[in-house]
């Protein structure tokens, strides 16, 4: 009964503001999502994981905290070449958001790291139209792909440290013998 | 049934405030700025740069931020009716003289939610936001007050000034009761009133957080019957208990800290609460916002 009589008070108080203008304004009231966000929601590339354990995987697990979104994003990166060969991810949030990890796995397979950590959420924004309102899910993709390569590089950087100390011990035992 | 009553009426001479407010001379400066966000506390300062860092972790300062805006000593302006222009407090619906008695504006943003709907902690005769608040006084207190400002006892007066702002005050207390009701948007006005809010812009790296998000979120997509959610549906009403204790604790000690990092995750439970309820066999989950 109070929405009833509310929704009525915003009609008449609407009727009053139309009032004075000379002719009413015909507006589109329905946003809806754009053709792409749609064809990636719909038929997503790349979803999936990739073993969290190999030493050539990196893994970017990022949040936003204002609505509740998660993503995970795995770049599984060929050692000599520094190129990702293999990418896949896992976005539980809206659909833009899935549609900016979406297109954001489309875009670094291919490519090497730096190229990668390169990429602007406001290329992917641009790319998938995306209104004001839902800027921060493309800035989620993006730090998605940075947190990925620095993870990779850190796995990289204990696994040399560890050849280096293998090394070491190899030597001094030889040293030794 | 005498006792609510005399509750009732209690409360309704809190609201025609009865009660006189004592005098405040001004003696400070920063007490001349009324309903500016003038810093004169230096952590605030450091708070509001912290939230306009973007990309930033989710770091926030560890000092204790003690001192609420709503906790310092903040006069209060007396304003007119709009009728008879007899002065009236600030938080009154209808003018205190007994002849005009008119509905009044809706009155300025100074005032808290608590403070409309009547719930909070008495300290200084204002009330003060808590998290815990009686839901039932909660409830009770909207009653009394959509009674008294509903529009359609005020729509067949000639003078249409009284419609408009019985709407108003109307939509106000909506918008209070649902937002002091659901304890999520109840910790997030709790956050907004000092200050804090989750911008959009924020990243969240708690990865502990993050991987135990994903980990549900993948059981629930593999769910195949109701059973299964169920379970994971029970997990997170266990969960969200737990936290809700927490941000009790934290508001009560007024750690906005801890408080900001339990909203986060009460978010994220809630998100997937809210999913198990909506879940259908064969159904993609979706999410709004």
Redesign the interface.
Known sequence: MLRSVLTRNFGLISQTATRTSARPIAFNLTRSYHEKVIDHYERPRNVGSLPRTDSDVGTGLVGAPACGDVMKLQIRVDERTNKIVDVKFKTFGCGSAIASSSYMTERVRGMSLEEAGKIKNTEIAKELSLPPVKLHCSMLAEDAIKSAIKDYKSKRGAASAQNVNNINQQSSAQAIV | MFRFIIKSFAFQKLRNNIIPIPKRTVTSFSSLFIGYNIQYNNIQNIFSKTILRT?QN?VCSKNKYLLSRYNHDIPRVHRNCWKCNSEIDYLSIHCNRKDCGVIQNVFPNDVTYFEILGVGKKVNGQLQPTYDIDSDQLRKNFLLL?QRV???SYSTKEDRQEYNYA?QQ??LI?KAYQVLRDPLSRAKYMLKLNNIS??????????E???E??DV??QLEEATNENNVKVIKNESEDKINNILAELSQAFSSNDFCMAKEST?KL??W??IRNATIDWQPGKR?E???
């Not at chain 2, 989750?198 to 990865?207: A, F």
């Open positions: 990309r989710n959509q509903h529009p359609d709407s109307s939509s909506n989750i911008s959009e812009s924020e990243s969240l790296q708690d990865q957080l993050l991987m998000i994903l979120r993948e986060v978010q994220y809630y998100n989950i999410i709004y916002h």
